[in-house]
């Protein structure tokens, strides 16, 4: 945009107008979900997004809003959640100190800053100029999630409580990875999600593999996006599989289903991480948001 900026200021901070130049900024994001309602900013709530609004809106004075690959639930934590961020170019200049060490990435000193705007249980790892056609939802290619159970008789040490789940009862890996396996693949995953009016519930659910480790039991589970829920739902039948409450085959079963099945219940929040996004290379990356946009069916 070459327009003059349309700019107006209320307690010191300047806000958008639509003729305002604006630079897309990808950020790498981490936290500890424990003590957050969710990613998505909730009035009167204590968000992952509403943190980091607040605090990239204190540094550049001006509001902005934080778009995430993936909007968590509450309790749920992140190692390698990815979002976007518009600021106004005439805003940008706020990131920078007043004599910048050489050699030094471009906007290290913005991420040192957040450092200590932010709490402890929120971290913006890294900070870059976004290439063109990127967006941090639309543009990805697959989510990547771990779910970890603790099947200790006594729970979960105390280093890992807030980030796995106790599940003092055995369950049979094997049968669980054969029931994941008869899953993998573009479907309709009604029967794991909750209900969102308009949204459809087709996904390419690419991967979903149990692991054990002395008492630690973990699902890797990837696709090209997830509906509301899905992770947990997925594991919560599983673990019914897990416990020979059902048979593997029951949860291709459930794949007929056109509503969020109510024969087994979703995983509690704490075990689940979202671990890595995956995105094209540059030059895909605006075709790839046209793809994503499309209203799935399966034919």
């Known amino acids: 945009m070459t327009n003059e900026p349309a700019i107006d200021t209320d307690g010191g901070l300047v806000h958008l107008s639509s003729s305002r130049a604006l630079t897309r900024l990808r950020l790498d994001v981490s936290y500890d979900g424990t003590d957050f309602a969710g990613w998505a900013p909730q009035t009167g709530q204590r968000t992952v997004a509403g943190l980091i609004d607040e605090a990239l809106t204190t540094v550049f004075r001006t509001p902005v809003t934080v778009r995430a690959a993936g909007r968590t639930d509450a309790g749920v934590h992140a190692t390698g959640q990815v979002a976007h961020v518009d600021v106004p170019d005439d805003a940008l200049p706020h990131a920078y100190p007043r004599s910048a060490r050489p050699d030094e990435p471009e906007f290290l000193p913005l991420v040192r800053r957040l450092g200590r705007f932010l709490p402890a249980d929120v971290r913006i790892r890294d900070i870059i100029r976004a290439p063109t056609g990127f967006d941090a939802r639309?543009?990805?290619?697959?989510?990547?999630?771990?779910?970890?159970?603790?099947?200790?008789?006594?729970?979960?040490?105390?280093?890992?409580a807030r980030f796995v789940t106790p599940w003092p009862r055995p369950l049979d890996v094997e049968a669980m990875n054969d029931a994941g396996s008869q899953l993998v693949g573009l479907r309709d995953f009604a029967a794991f999600c909750r209900h969102r009016e308009g949204a459809t519930t087709i996904r390419d659910l690419q991967r979903l593999e149990w692991t054990r480790d002395g008492d630690l039991v973990t699902a890797y589970v990837s696709a090209d996006a997830f509906c509301w829920s899905m992770v947990r739902s997925l594991v919560g039948a599983l673990i019914a599989v897990g416990e020979h409450r059902r048979e593997p085959e029951w949860c291709a079963g459930l794949l007929s289903a056109t509503r969020r099945s109510s024969e087994f219940a979703a995983a509690p929040p704490q075990g689940l991480t979202l671990v890595g996004v995956d995105y094209p290379?540059?030059?895909?990356?605006?075709?790839?948001?046209?793809?994503?946009?499309?209203?799935?069916v399966i034919d």
Request: without cysteine.
């Open 138 to 160: 639309f543009s990805a290619l697959r989510r990547h999630y771990t779910y970890r159970l603790g099947t200790a008789p006594y729970g979960v040490e105390p280093q890992s």
């Open 281 to 296: 290379p540059d030059d895909e990356l605006a075709a790839r948001t046209l793809v994503t946009r499309d209203l799935r």
